[in-house]
């Protein structure tokens, strides 16, 4: 158990709905990040939010809009997916965005369909 | 409940040293184990293990894994500074579940 928590952890959507994967962590940290993570590339960055902010969005398509309401929870929404956007998507924060230690969720198991 | 724990937790050496780093599991249902270095956002990928006694070698860097003992290895020979970093182990599961270890925070000193 990292702290950090990820729902749902597996979502099977059709290419026309809308959904979205939730991340929450109360260690105070500042820095949340969504990962993607599947068998053709094992992990890529794809948003970095500090304090909130996005400070990075790693050339994510548009189907996928990260939301940062505070510092303890972050979402990804997911709209009008592709089969190939089929992956674990994996959130992970740290204290400030820094060399420290990240910490992962287990991470949400998306299938689309 | 799934677990992974990498040892050391700190390593500091100096370059031209050959260190191993270690990362031992319980999971249910393995299906793979990857070795990540940590540097600033992105952790990068290094290896991913399926198979027990197969030695995966890039440059100076290789791991292998042992499904029998459920453990993994991660060694860097002639090391230099560029090669500070946490060192990530994690381990996937056929549910579709990824868990990390706490990392290896690894100083190679001039």
């Known amino acids: 158990e990292t702290g950090v928590t990820q729902t749902p952890r597996h979502l099977v959507m059709g290419m026309t709905n809308k959904k979205s994967l939730k991340c929450e962590q109360h260690?105070?940290?500042?820095?949340m990040y969504w990962y993607k993570q599947s068998a053709k590339k094992p992990l890529e960055l794809m948003f970095v939010?500090?304090?909130?902010?996005?400070?990075e969005n790693n050339s994510v398509p548009s189907r996928f809009s990260p939301e940062c309401p505070n510092s303890s929870h972050l979402f990804l929404h997911l709209h009008t997916l592709q089969p190939e956007d089929s992956a674990l998507y994996l959130c992970a924060s740290r204290p400030a965005d820094s060399g420290n230690t990240i910490y992962f969720g287990e991470g949400s198991w998306l299938t689309v369909v | 409940e799934d677990k992974v724990v990498q040892s050391p937790l700190s390593l500091v050496v100096h370059e031209g040293d050959t260190v191993t780093l270690n990362c031992s599991y319980e999971v249910t249902n393995f299906r793979s184990l990857l070795w990540y270095k940590q540097e600033k956002k992105a952790p990068t990928f290094l290896f991913m293990l399926t198979s027990s006694g197969i030695e995966k070698k890039s440059g100076r860097l290789s791991s292998i894994l042992d499904k029998k003992e459920l453990f993994s290895i991660l060694n860097i020979t002639a090391t230099q500074t560029g090669d500070s970093a946490v060192y990530l182990c994690?381990?996937?599961?056929?549910?579709?579940?990824?868990?990390f270890g706490d990392g290896t925070t690894l100083t190679v000193k001039p």
């Open positions: 994690a381990v996937n599961t056929n549910a579709g579940k990824s868990t």
């Open positions: 260690l105070g940290h500042n820095a």
């Open positions: 939010y500090n304090f909130k902010e996005q400070t």
